[in-house]
Each structure stands twice: as structure tokens, then as C-alpha cells.
């Protein structure tokens, strides 16, 4: 992880990547990073919530795992659902060869191989180096 050990040093390393900032936005973005806390930005579209995120993502070299938030957010399209076309197909597939293991159909309906990952789920899951968004955020804070 970068550590920045300036306001100024967050200025120049995303100046790296074409993003301009502000005084404000750096000290908060250097206080997130420091006190290892979420960095949450809220306003209208088109104001550049997505390109600091793109930003960070890179200089930080981590993913970038977007959620956007808005009325009738809930659970399923937040952390993960079912997918629902699939296991119908499994089961049609079962009754049609005859399967009668229902204990084993079960189980395997509610196998990853049917699961949906949403944001918050994405962002537990290990990327190409072994290690989750949150594994590297907790290692750093400590």
C-alpha cells in the first residue's frame, strides 16, 4: 500500500494519474488513509465521485469496487443473490434424468456455482494476490 506522509504527497501522487485535487479532498483523503477508515463521498452526478475512486484505485494499486447507493438499495443487490434462472434449470435438469437425491440437489443449488456476487461481497472476496480488500485494510491499521 502507498503510504502517504503528506497532504502534498497525496496531491502528487494522484496528479500521477490526471486527477487534480484540492487541498480539502487531499487532507481527507489523507486522514482516510491514515486513520485506515472508509472514505465515503456523497453529491450529484457528474461531480467526480467515480474518477477520485478511479484514482485512489490506482495509485493504491487495488480494485475498484463501485456500490452506488440510492433508493431501493437492499441487501440482494448490495451483497449477493441467487441466481434464480440457473437452479430452475438445474432442478428441470434433475427431475428430467430421473435424479431423486434431493439433499444433494439442495446443496448444490446453494453452491457458489449459483451465486451472485454483489459489491460487498466482491470486496471480502481475495483478488489476484490472495488477499481482500478488507484483509489488506485490517493488516494496515494494525
Not at 437492499?74 to 439433499?103: C, H, L
Amino acid at each position: 500500500m502507498q503510504n502517504f506522509n503528506s497532504i502534498d504527497s497525496v496531491r502528487q501522487e494522484l496528479s500521477t494519474c490526471c486527477y487534480i485535487c484540492n487541498h480539502p479532498l487531499a487532507r481527507v483523503i489523507f486522514l482516510s488513509l491514515s486513520l485506515g477508515r472508509p472514505l465515503f463521498l456523497e453529491g450529484e452526478a457528474g461531480v467526480g465521485k467515480t474518477e477520485i475512486a478511479k484514482a485512489l484505485a490506482t495509485v493504491l494499486d487495488r480494485r475498484l469496487i463501485r456500490l452506488q447507493c440510492c433508493k431501493g438499495l437492499d441487501a440482494a443487490k448490495a451483497v449477493y443473490e441467487w441466481n434464480f434462472p440457473a437452479q430452475m434449470i438445474a432442478i428441470r435438469t434433475a427431475e428430467a434424468s430421473g435424479e431423486t437425491d434431493r439433499k444433494g440437489l439442495q446443496s448444490e443449488l446453494y453452491s457458489e456455482d449459483f451465486l451472485i456476487r454483489r459489491p460487498l461481497l466482491e470486496a471480502m472476496q481475495p483478488d489476484e494476490r490472495g488477499t481482500s480488500s478488507i484483509d489488506r485494510r485490517i493488516r494496515s491499521n494494525r
